[in-house]
């Protein structure tokens, strides 16, 4: 488990990566970490820029569900194909995987990922905030 978590946060020597880390929940319950002791926070985002590439790695909770859909939607929104997505599930971590392309009407390509990931920033805070606020 650990050995598979640690090649997905590799950085291969791509031309940009973003890493993202959020706290959804800070009381040790296991929504705020994957519960096996690491002190990797959840949701954890890498984006990884490769020419007209565009790899989004997201490491969440069983509670961040809407978080995949959205970082799909976000892609679709800002132009880009996606080519594959895929997911692994161990315990209380899903690990999902989705390789995009910048499609032929992709906004401007120079600050993609940059673009991607402030959306992204801004649906997850606004999550959490909603979470926090549900749940006090």
């Known amino acids: 488990m ?3 978590r640690n090649s997905l946060l590799i950085d291969h020597n791509h031309n940009h990566n973003h890493n993202y880390d959020y706290d959804d929940d ?9 519960g096996d002791g690491d002190d ?3 949701p954890h985002i890498e984006i990884h820029e490769m020419g007209l ?3 989004i790695v997201l490491i969440t909770g069983l509670d961040f569900k809407s978080l995949f859909y959205q970082t799909i939607r976000i892609l679709h929104e800002e132009g880009f ?3 594959n997505a895929s997911f692994y599930v161990s315990q209380n971590t899903v690990f999902h995987t989705i390789h995009s392309q910048k499609g032929e009407f992709a906004s401007a390509t120079v ?3 940059s673009r991607i990931s402030e959306r992204l920033n801004n649906f997850i805070n606004e999550a959490i905030t909603n979470n926090n606020n549900y749940n006090h």
């Open 2 to 4: 650990k050995e598979k």
């Open 26 to 34: 800070s009381n040790g319950n296991g929504n705020g970490n994957n």
């Open 40 to 42: 990797m926070k959840l």
């Open 53 to 55: 590439a565009v790899e």
């Open 81 to 83: 194909d996606i080519l």
């Open 111 to 113: 600050g993609a990922s």
